[in-house]
């Protein structure tokens, strides 16, 4: 077994890759370098170019322009069965008459290993993704979330250097996700092995990714650490994309304040964006402390006034609206006690918060 090292080294590297269909171009040229080991998950919106950036890595559709490195070798033009790469789709696309074992052997038969051999790396891979025991069963005898195993064992089991998965778990309910979100992960750390996955869930790239790649209709619109992203988002899409976030409009006034639009002065950590500009300044909800409009604000933090415009209770969190003097509505999310301890639908409440909690974003 090898143990996962942090990711170093060059797996694969795209350099201007592009892609247009006829005249519509689905993916501007991208430089992107996925490194080896890494767990790097394209997240975005539908048709963002996702799958695209999939396909074109795998060879299944070629390039427009530019060039595709593994380990440092120009691949552009090899055939999609000599690029080493494993892929593992939302549809399972298991071969409905084969058995369990002979759609995991599928693989090894294909590059002729002698069958004692492909006996011992499908029980292996069986055994890896918890199905031991369910070789003679034909797929249409198992769940979603088996099936799905199935899926990865067959990709796992001829140890391919990179593993591509395209919403491999799209097709799962809640729970099972989160259990095989579990799975992905702990293989991911077993095998060492590079992971391209993509989703459209930013719970779930969040949860899974060293590193997370944003797309926006085409382009790469921030590709980070998941705390990178949600902590420092570069801009107003990212930061609605990924969690919940408060954008106050609001003007420079100098380095380090913004003139949140009617509503006063508030400090943010100094940027270098012109005296004037128009910015948006982002605070999280669960960064918004909520308090009694007369309680005394925390040295050198940032409040507006506001009255409590709605109450949600979704569990351990409960969200509260706020909508200040200015008629901008501000979200709070406090950890949940008892009702007792929740401010009063229509009471008057002060927003506080850090300034280092703040982001300034381009307007
Ligand atoms: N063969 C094709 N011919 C023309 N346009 C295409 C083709 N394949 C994809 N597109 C277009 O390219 C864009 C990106 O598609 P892609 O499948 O990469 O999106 P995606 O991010 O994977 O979306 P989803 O989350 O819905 O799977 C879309 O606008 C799509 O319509
Ligand atoms: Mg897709």
New binding site residues.
């Given amino acids: 077994m090898r143990i996962n090292n942090a990711p170093s080294g060059e797996a694969i590297s795209l350099r201007g890759i592009s892609k247009a269909?006829?005249s519509?171009t689905?993916l501007k040229a991208t430089e992107l370098t996925v490194k080896k080991s890494e767990f790097l998950t394209l997240l975005?919106?539908?048709?963002?170019?996702?799958?695209?950036?999939l396909n074109l890595i795998a060879g299944a559709i070629a390039p427009s322009s530019g060039e595709i490195l593994l380990s440092g070798r120009n691949i552009t033009r090899l055939p999609p069965r000599d690029r080493g790469i494993g892929m593992v789709f939302q549809s399972y696309a298991l071969m409905p008459h084969m058995t369990v074992f002979e759609n995991v052997a599928y693989p090894l038969r294909a590059r002729r290993e002698p069958s004692e051999t492909i006996r011992r790396k499908v029980l292996d891979a069986l055994d890896r993704v918890g199905l031991k025991g369910f070789e003679d069963r034909k797929p249409r005898q198992l769940s979603g979330g088996q099936q799905q195993r199935v899926g990865i064992a067959r990709c796992i089991v001829y140890s391919p250097d990179i593993i591509m998965m395209d919403?491999p778990l799209g097709a799962l309910d809640k729970n099972l996700r989160e259990q095989m979100q579990t799975e992905i992960k702990r293989l991911h750390h077993e095998l060492g092995t590079t992971i391209i996955y993509?989703t459209?869930d930013q719970e779930e790239a969040l949860n899974m990714s060293d590193r997370i790649c944003l797309?926006k209709t085409?382009e790469i619109a921030q590709l980070g650490t998941p705390d990178e992203l949600y902590f420092r988002p570069n801009s107003r899409f990212v930061a609605e994309f990924i969690g919940e976030s408060n954008l106050l409009l609001g003007k420079i006034t100098a380095v380090n304040r913004v003139s949140i639009d009617g509503a006063g002065l508030v400090h943010v950590p100094s940027s270098e964006r012109a005296l004037g500009s128009e910015v948006l300044v982002m605070v999280r909800p669960e960064k918004m402390q909520v308090s009694a409009a007369q309680a005394d604000t925390l040295a050198g933090h940032n409040w507006l006034h506001g009255t409590v415009e709605g109450i949600s209770f979704i569990g351990g969190m409960t969200r509260i609206t706020v909508k200040t003097v200015q008629g901008v509505s501000v979200t709070a999310k406090l950890v949940s006690g008892p009702a007792s301890t929740r401010p009063e639908l229509g009471s008057e409440v002060k927003l506080s918060w850090s300034p280092a909690e703040s982001v300034v974003l381009s307007a």
Avoid at 44 to 53: F, Q, V
């Fill in positions: 269909f006829g519509v689905v975005g919106p539908s048709g963002s170019g996702k799958t695209t950036l919403e993509v459209h797309m085409g």
